[in-house]
């Protein structure tokens, strides 16, 4: 059974300090890694997707890194803003089905 | 309407009520699912739906019963809750391979 843990659980930041959140997973089949974002109570928006085959994606000030092999991926928020205040959330995905993290909430200090 | 709607929003039942969560998906992706999110829980995944067959059932109890009648709609029917089922209900759909997952805002469930 894939299992996934994130780490750190939460992170406060003051503003403009560059964020990095950690993931890894047990089983190293996946099809791909996805990394959501979710603000209190609401649903999940899709950040980044890394297919197995690649080492990293970015997307404005994100960037994420998949080290399959050894069952890792990192997060990178550069030069953090209070709107990025949120949990964060990595998932894996074996055959069609996702396994999260339990996430990491980020609070960015104004 | 694009990507997935859920409805309603908020739902406060009884446990002797039964009510039914919807979710409509406009993105032609042929696979569906419902994830539950506890407090200080991971997601779980509760039902996958792919071609309108149901191909996972995560030992849900029989008191969540879902409903695929095609691949743009996706239900769960719910019936004598207990107040350990209140969570968010999140719905999901993507492509049968699991690319492109798209979720919903989901629906606040709370029983009382």
């Known amino acids: 059974k894939q299992e996934v843990t994130q780490i750190p659980a939460a992170l406060s930041v003051p503003e403009g300090e560059n964020l990095v959140l950690n993931c890894s997973f047990t089983?190293?089949?996946?099809?791909?890694l996805q990394w959501f974002r979710q603000d209190p109570g609401k649903g999940l928006t899709s950040l980044l997707l890394?297919?197995?085959?690649?080492r990293e994606q970015t997307s404005g000030r994100l960037n994420a890194s998949l080290d399959k092999s050894s069952g890792r991926s990192t997060l990178y928020i550069a030069a953090s803003q209070p709107g990025d205040s949120a949990t964060y959330l990595c998932?894996?995905?074996?055959?069609?089905?996702?396994?999260f993290g339990a996430g990491t909430t980020v609070t960015v200090r104004a | 309407e694009t990507g997935v709607t859920q409805t309603p929003r908020h739902l406060v039942m009884g446990m002797t009520n039964k009510k039914s969560l919807k979710c409509e998906q406009h993105?032609?992706?042929?696979?569906m699912y419902w994830y539950k999110q506890s407090a200080k829980k991971p997601l779980e995944l509760m039902f996958v739906?792919?071609?309108?067959?149901?191909?996972e059932n995560n030992s849900v109890p029989s008191r969540f019963s879902p409903e695929c009648p095609n691949s743009s709609h996706l239900f769960l029917h719910l019936h004598t809750l207990q107040p350990e089922d209140s969570a968010l209900y999140l719905c999901?759909?993507?492509?049968?391979?699991?690319?492109?997952?798209?979720f919903g805002s989901g629906t606040r469930l709370t029983v009382v």
């Open positions: 999901a759909s993507s492509q049968a391979s699991g690319y492109g997952y798209t």
């Open positions: 089983d190293s089949a996946i099809y791909n």
């Open positions: 890394i297919q197995s085959s690649q």
């Open positions: 998932a894996v995905t074996n055959d069609y089905k996702l396994s």
């Open positions: 993105l032609g992706h042929n696979a």
């Open positions: 739906y792919s071609l309108e067959e149901r191909v």
